[in-house]
Nanobody
Framework: QVQLVESGGDLVQAGVSLRLSCVAS????????MSWFRQGPGKERHFVAA???????????YYADSVKGRFTISRDNAKNTVYLQMNSLKHEDTAVYYC??????????????????WGQGTQVTVSS
């Protein structure tokens, strides 16, 4: 059984940094894509960032415009873990952050439907 477990969510002040972690168990996703989505209060779930490996072993990352330059996604395949480093947090970053795993290429990596496995989420609250 595949399981994704997020951690690292917290209540923080605007401007600080936070790192989220997601550990996958049950199978490895070294050849697939792993991503972060978020869902704010009363809002739909939106793409935040994704990382995958291309055919030649290179890492490809994708970011939502709203987090580009502030957030960094990375993965440690040996630990089957993906991270989301969040810097310069803003009040509007407040949301439940979900880890997801699947397969995709190109613009598919921004799509909710590309990811078949989801974690339960971790709450990030940024006070202004």
């Amino acid at each position: 059984q595949v399981q994704l477990v997020e951690s690292g969510g917290d209540l923080v002040q605007a401007g600080v940094s936070l790192r989220l972690s997601c550990v996958a168990s049950g199978r490895t996703f070294s050849n697939g894509a792993m991503s972060w989505f978020r869902q704010g209060p009363g809002k739909e779930r939106h793409f935040v960032a994704a990382v995958r490996w291309n055919t030649w072993g290179g890492r490809i990352t994708y970011y939502a415009d709203s987090v580009k330059g502030r957030f960094t996604i990375s993965r440690d395949n040996a630990k089957n873990t993906v991270y989301l480093q969040m810097n310069s947090l803003k009040h509007e970053d407040t949301a439940v952050y979900y880890c997801a795993a699947g397969s995709c290429s190109g613009s598919e990596c921004y799509e909710y439907s590309s990811y078949h496995y989801w974690g339960q989420g971790t709450q990030v609250t940024v006070s202004s």
